[in-house]
């Protein structure tokens, strides 16, 4: 037996290379005969993207019943960004006439801007309070419960502005214009959390997406409904505005067949079983182990973070990275010009010589909506860091070409036509990225726990710019005349330059590993690969 195993061949060893830079010892052993290769097992990934993932990828009924009746917010607050404009001559006429009932004079035209500015741009104000106002809602009645709730605000907006011709009181529509306005800063924040709390990874950008589609259809139907022919004249308008009542309700319907966000449910009630039901009924499948196990990563990582205030967002390293991209692109939205554009398209293709000017701003409206299918499209294919920047630098390009169209139209009266090619491609460009992209993407870059407090952040940032636009753009408008297109492709351009550097890609990651490469960029830690790095944005910069 000795002298058997003398003879038997001893294990040769052979140096190989590690990849830290050192050299190991490996056995080859030698035999008479190659043994067959051992299949190489391949280890279960607990999330992201792959096979697990596919069987919760699909669109499922109560799927899309539940983002269906979460946009109809959207869709109010598109209508009502839009609605106010198409009748303002015969709204303007209306408070003169209640002035003259009241006073027995007419109304100065100092008083009328004043009344009318301050119609427009009370929405804005409301916008803020609300969008500022989500974490107080989201975290103590629930998501969809709050969506619910916030119709109330709706409902009184309509029979304020429905009926304030009959009571003779441009203040109820004065009132009502700002309590709508707090619905729909609500709504901007409600909406896009809910669809992205209930959609699975690999549809969440598209899904996203249907908040920004909701609210270019809100536009498009106010200025539909806002013709003379139909609703915007002078014994229709009062029901123009009520309209509102209408959507109202049928969210108020749809909602209670919708679920509640299964993260809320589990992350925020500690309701294991009651989000394990309500993701097999929006994922269409029994097996929703991989969504759990993803969730109840994120709840322990929540657990271990202290409350999240909105102080503490930008004290943290760990989130103030996050929170100054939330930030940045959603001033990229509101700051690229495209309320410019909107508010004032139709004296835009007045001064381009278009004959029936409100026609032409509402096929700005069907692009507009056009080219936000688009992007729902191909959002999780190019990645939203793509779509922003290709949305960017097309939006300065026509802006130049805007600007050059504008400055040359009495001397070459064909630039009319480059004027509207230009605004056309403008309106374009935002909707495949700045439009629905900054929406959604800061329910990506948060985890569960700071989550509300960075959207009321967000949504406070993208009201206020929109106020400052709007009520400053005309001013500006009048000092720089055909020029003031130039402001906007400097900041435009210098969107560009914060996203290609700041920004990462968030397309097909959960959101707990999208938070956990920020938690180690604001922790100093350096034991990341260059991909890792590429795919935070330049947290390496």
């Not at 001559?89 to 500015?117: C, H, M, Q």
């Not at 539909?224 to 002078?234: A, C, K, P, R, S």
């Not at 990563?297 to 409350?307: L, V, Y």
């Not at 130049?400 to 630039?415: F, V």
């Amino acid at each position: 037996m000795g002298a058997a195993a003398s003879r038997r061949p001893r294990p040769r060893f052979k140096r190989l290379q590690c990849p830290g830079g050192g050299r190991a010892s490996a056995p080859l052993l030698s035999a008479p005969r190659a043994s067959a290769p051992r299949p190489r097992r391949t280890p279960a990934r607990p999330h992201g993207p792959g096979p697990a993932m596919d069987t919760g990828s699909k669109m499922t009924a109560r799927l899309m019943l539940a983002v269906g009746g979460a946009v109809l917010g959207s869709l109010q607050f598109g209508y009502n960004t839009g609605v106010i404009n198409a009748p303002q001559k015969v709204i303007e006429d209306f408070y003169n006439v209640t002035w003259v009932y009241r006073y027995g004079e007419p109304i100065s035209p100092a008083t009328l801007t004043t009344l009318w500015s301050l119609s427009v741009a009370i929405f804005s104000v409301g916008g803020m309070i609300g969008s500022f106002s989500v974490g107080l809602f989201v975290n103590r009645f629930g998501r969809r419960n709050s969506m619910l709730m916030s119709n109330i605000l709706a409902f009184v907006s309509a029979v304020l502005m429905g009926f304030s011709k009959m009571a003779f009181s441009f203040e109820m529509l004065i009132l009502g214009r700002f309590i709508i306005g707090l619905y729909s800063g609500l709504t901007t924040g409600f909406v896009p959390m809910y669809v992205g709390e209930v959609s699975p990874t690999a549809l969440r950008g598209a899904l996203g997406t249907f908040h920004q589609l909701g609210i270019v259809l809100g536009i498009l139907i106010a200025q539909v409904f806002g013709l003379d022919l139909i609703m915007g004249n002078e014994s229709l308008w009062p029901l123009l505005l009520g309209f509102i009542f209408v959507p109202a309700l049928l969210q108020c319907i749809i909602l209670p067949f919708a679920p509640e966000s299964p993260r809320f449910l589990l992350i925020n009630r500690n309701e294991e079983n009651k989000a394990k039901s309500v993701l097999k009924k929006l994922r269409g499948t029994t097996d929703v182990s991989s969504d759990l196990q993803e969730m109840k990563e994120e709840s322990r990582q929540m657990m271990r973070e202290k409350k999240v205030t909105i102080m503490e967002l930008f004290r943290s390293p760990m989130y103030r990275q996050p929170i100054l991209i939330a930030i940045v692109l959603q001033l990229s939205q509101q700051l690229s010009g495209i309320n410019a554009v909107f508010y004032y398209s139709t004296s835009i293709f007045e001064k381009s010589g278009v004959e029936q000017p409100v026609y032409a701003t509402i096929g700005s409206g069907v692009v507009n909506t056009a080219f936000t299918v688009v992007s729902l499209f191909v959002v999780e294919r190019a990645g939203r860091r793509t779509l922003h920047l290709i949305g960017l630098a097309g939006m300065a390009g026509c802006a130049i070409l805007m600007t050059i169209a504008l400055t040359l139209l009495d001397q070459m009266p064909w630039m009319s036509y480059l004027s509207i090619v230009a605004i056309f491609g403008f309106v374009a460009f935002f909707e495949i990225g700045p439009g629905p992209i900054p929406w959604f993407i800061v329910a990506e870059l948060f985890s569960q726990g700071p989550r509300p407090a960075a959207f009321a952040v967000a949504g406070l940032s993208n009201w206020t710019s929109n106020f400052i636009v709007g009520m400053g753009f005309q001013y500006i408008a009048q000092l720089c005349g055909s020029y003031v297109f130039i402001i906007f492709t400097v900041l435009l351009v210098l969107f560009f330059i914060f996203t290609y550097f700041k920004v990462p890609e968030t397309k097909g990651r959960t959101f707990d590993e999208i938070a956990s490469g920020f938690r180690q960029s604001g922790g100093g830690q350096s034991d990341k690969t260059p991909d890792e790095f590429h795919s935070l944005g330049a947290d390496s910069q």
